[in-house]
Nanobody
């Protein structure tokens, strides 16, 4: 079973920042595109951001563009999500997954098993 471990979530006020981490366990991490997804209560899981295998290309959902930054460290099998200027609508459980490239991962995340996610709550 290949499953990532997400961390770094918490409770933050609107306008605040958080940095999420995802430690991946698949052996292909260094050649995988990686992405962040989120699921709010009562809603389907949605794409947030993705990054190419070497970090040279990134792609963001319109809702987070300009506020979130995705990065990765292949030596640590880790992908990060720096979240700035957080809004109430960013409240969700955040997950990571792997994919073929930064665009196809949006609708076709590759890993069958999702991690437990990390809860982000934006509240005043």
């Amino acid at each position: 079973q290949v499953q990532s471990v997400e961390s770094g979530g918490g409770l933050v006020q609107p306008g605040g920042s958080l940095k999420l981490s995802c430690v991946a366990s698949q052996r292909t991490f260094s050649t995988d595109a990686m992405g962040w997804f989120r699921q709010a209560p009562g809603k389907e899981r949605e794409f947030v951001a993705s990054i190419s295998w070497n970090g040279g290309s990134t792609f963001y959902a319109d809702s987070v563009l300009g506020r979130f930054v995705i990065s990765r460290d292949n030596a640590k099998n880790t992908v990060y999500l720096q979240m700035n200027n957080l809004k109430f609508d960013d409240t969700a459980v955040y997950y990571c997954n792997a994919g073929l490239d930064t665009r196809s991962i949006v609708r076709n995340p590759r890993l069958r098993d999702w991690g437990q996610g990390t809860q982000v709550t934006v509240s005043s």
